[in-house]
């Protein structure tokens, strides 16, 4: 029989990653007495996006620079498609973080005269191999948090509409956890594995964004009615082949201009935007002229030693690759890709529907990081500021409100404890497992709902498949028994991934129009339309999709009123 | 993409265990770490800096250009030293000081 466990907190944080272990800072200094617990499903010191380092903060007022610039910026590369009063609040927050962040012990480049050096408009260099032990270790010095690592959350718990607590279990033994908070903080970061990746075999897992961050905050927040936004605006990232590791070092970096097989500079003819980079690599190799390649040919001995030692605190995979190739950067330009989609709010608009302070539409929950939507380009200190913006939120929503009861909390938690023992079960000779069904959702994915196989292209009636088999697919997925509580893990995430599936298929049918072309065409619309210029929202009710639109929130600060 | 564990030289001190962020490695009976599903990795490298015996060896998959090479990393303090062995080649070790912010 699995063990169940009740705990109890002020403050319940799922997904101990970049947000949620800097709210977890910020919530425990201002509120010494505030009982915090980090839920988190591998461990602090090195799970998610920061587990192989980072190579910049890509998020930084630079000298010369102000927060309306980033915002201009931000919008100007999503096409309009942002929510303004979160893209402010979280860069008037960007140096701050930074400064905390070397405050901790994070290595930052700095100039003669002690100023931070920067790589481009929004850049500044640091060490960032070691940044999230340096995060773990300062969340260690709170003595009012509770920090639970290898504990998978799969479900919040609510109670007459308010989200009070929410339920997991351990990856490593039997042993299932409801916890009971006034306040939940999602931060479980963006969704990774819904699509057929770029290396679909044996490296399967050698992709840009954490296979392991599947979309479980997405999926919770969808089960339990929360407003999403902008799934339809998915991130393709131009990438490394093979190691799908960034680019941004070689390009940013060392000044390398990306070139098209005839050792032509294309980028002119799409534009410098996130979307219009990825759209020129994929279009020039579809047009013929392909492969594309970042022309590191002919950099000096020095730079190259340079970008070895970089991938190394980042993406090490790389320079393996160029060692064991032989193909080292100066002698042979490097050919790069772009991934399959990813939902993930830190670098598009995609996630939780929040107010100014992220509060999502669910009383008592609030979301941070890649989970949450309507600011793109938050990169670590954007995750940061998130994380911190909603510690405050939250200690000031719990001073007004009173301690609710404890008495019905069991009830509540009790059948979702029951199903993980329902499904640790014996198999019986069912005929798919948890991985036949994960790859059969990647295939519809890829196929029908615009993946790297079309060249991340779509119409309707594809569309309308991939509804219709997802939903098959998700029926199926119910039926899953799990050995072990390694195969419980894998049995949640599918279930985690095929919702998140559901949502965006139903936006990708909502949005009428190709705004960014490097992340999705709908061949029906192909270009842009002028009254599309609205956010893509929806909302689980009754069990059905609900999908609608909000008008672009352009100034102040935005309230849930409806 | 993986890692590969040398049974031998592992002591099964389980630092490996603790950091993956899949939580990919298990114990055997010994207390020997191993992984359970090499496709799974994502090749972060978390468990070769965790572990102090040599133990874990990093690899390309043939899939994306694996050819036989193999890294490990060693750390003494502020510096990481990473070791890359390749069939037939001399080894090439390349180190990195913590204290230095990346070039780019
Ligand atoms: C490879 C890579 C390189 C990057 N490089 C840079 C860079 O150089 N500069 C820059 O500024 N930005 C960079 N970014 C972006 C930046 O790292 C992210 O935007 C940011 O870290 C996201 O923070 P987060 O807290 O939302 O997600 P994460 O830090 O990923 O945290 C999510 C956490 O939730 C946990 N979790 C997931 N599901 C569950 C569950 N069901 N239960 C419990 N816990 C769960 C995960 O294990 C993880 O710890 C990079 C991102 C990636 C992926
Ligand atoms: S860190 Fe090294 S020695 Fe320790 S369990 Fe892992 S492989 Fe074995
Ligand atoms: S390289 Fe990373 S993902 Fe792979 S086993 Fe080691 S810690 Fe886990």
Redesign the pocket.
């Known amino acids: 029989m699995m063990k169940q466990q009740y705990l109890t907190c002020d403050l319940l944080i799922?997904?101990?990653?970049?947000?949620?272990?800097y709210a977890a800072i910020t919530a425990a200094r201002r509120s010494p007495e505030l009982q915090i617990l980090i839920?988190?499903?591998?461990n602090?010191k090195r799970?998610?996006?920061?587990a192989?380092g980072?190579?910049?903060?890509?998020?930084y007022i630079t000298e010369g620079q102000t927060v309306q610039d980033y915002l201009e910026f931000v919008r100007w590369d999503a096409e309009g498609i942002i929510r303004d009063d979160l893209v402010r609040t979280m860069a008037e927050r960007f140096n701050e973080a930074t400064a905390d962040l070397e405050q901790m012990g994070l290595v930052i480049q700095k100039d003669e005269r002690g100023r931070y050096v920067s790589r481009g408009k929004q850049?500044i260099k640091i060490n960032?191999e070691n940044i999230?032990p340096i995060l773990a270790a300062q969340v260690r010095r709170y003595g009012n948090v509770r920090v639970l690592n290898h504990?998978?959350?799969?479900q919040l718990l609510l109670d007459a509409g308010r989200v009070v607590g929410a339920a997991?279990f351990s990856v490593l033994e039997e042993q299932a956890y409801a916890i009971s908070a006034r306040a939940v903080l999602i931060?479980?970061?963006?969704a990774a594995g819904l699509y057929r990746p770029n290396n679909p075999g044996f490296s399967r897992h050698k992709m840009?964004?954490?296979p392991?961050?599947?979309g479980?905050?997405y999926a919770?927040g969808i089960r339990a009615g929360a407003e999403m936004t902008s799934f339809e605006m998915r991130f393709v990232a131009q990438r490394c082949k093979d190691t799908i590791a960034?680019t941004?070092?070689i390009a940013l970096g060392a000044g390398a201009r990306e070139v098209n097989a005839l050792g032509e500079v294309f980028e002119q003819r799409y534009g410098l935007s996130t979307s219009g980079r990825a759209y020129g690599a994929s279009n020039e190799a579809r047009e013929g002229r392909g492969p594309c390649y970042l022309r590191t040919e002919g950099i000096s001995a020095q730079q190259e030693e340079d970008l070895l030692k970089a991938y190394l605190n980042?993406?090490p995979a790389q320079t393996l690759k160029w060692i064991e190739s032989g193909s080292l950067p100066s002698r042979q330009n490097v050919e790069v890709e772009g991934t399959e989609p990813y939902i993930?709010?830190?670098?598009t608009a995609s996630g939780f529907w929040v107010d100014t302070r992220r509060r999502t539409t669910v009383p008592g929950l609030y979301a941070?990081?890649?989970?949450?939507g309507g600011a793109p380009k938050?990169?670590?200190?954007?995750?940061l500021a998130?994380?911190a913006i909603a510690a405050e939120a939250v200690l000031d929503d719990l001073g007004e409100q009173s301690d609710g009861s404890q008495a019905d909390f069991r009830a509540l938690a009790q059948p979702v404890l029951e199903e993980y023992q329902s499904r640790l079960a014996a198999k019986s000779g069912e005929a798919f497992d948890v991985f036949a069904l994960e790859e059969a959702m990647q295939k519809v994915m890829d196929e029908y709902a615009g993946g790297i196989r079309t060249g991340y292209r779509y119409n309707a009636n594809q569309l309308s498949l991939a509804r219709s088999q997802i939903a098959s697919l998700a029926a199926l997925a119910e039926t899953l028994r799990a050995e072990d509580m390694d195969e419980l893990v894998h049995i949640?995430e599918l279930t985690?991934r095929l919702t998140v599936c559901q949502t965006l298929i139903a936006h990708l049918l909502e949005r009428r129009e190709t705004r960014w072309p490097g992340f999705a065409i709908h061949t029906d619309y192909p270009a842009p339309r002028a009254e599309e210029e609205r956010y893509v929202n929806s909302r689980l009710v009754d069990g059905q999709i609900r999908v609608f639109r909000r008008e672009l929130v352009k100034e102040g600060a935005y309230e849930h009123t409806d | 993409m993986s890692i590969r564990i040398d049974r031998e030289a592992c002591v099964g001190c389980g630092l490996c265990r603790e950091v993956c962020?899949g939580n990919l490695i298990r114990a055997d009976a010994q207390g020997r770490a191993y992984l359970k599903r090499p496709e799974e990795c994502w090749g972060c490298a978390s468990c070769l800096k965790e572990c102090a015996h040599g133990a874990i060896y990093y690899y390309l998959g043939a899939d994306i250009g694996g050819r036989g090479g193999l890294m490990q990393v060693r750390s003494a303090g502020d510096l990481t030293h990473w070791v890359i062995t390749r069939p037939g080649e001399p080894p090439v070790t390349i180190t990195v000081d913590r204290r230095s912010a990346n070039k780019y």
Request: net charge negative.
């Open positions: 799922i997904g101990g990653g970049t947000a949620g272990c839920a988190e499903k591998a602090i799970s998610g996006c920061l192989a980072v190579n910049a903060l890509n998020a850049n960032g999230k504990l998978n959350m799969t997991g931060a479980t970061g963006g840009w964004y954490p392991f961050n599947t479980a905050g919770m960034p941004g070092t980042m993406a993930v709010g830190g670098h941070a990081g890649d989970v949450s938050k990169f670590v200190t954007g995750a998130e994380g949640y985690d | 962020p």
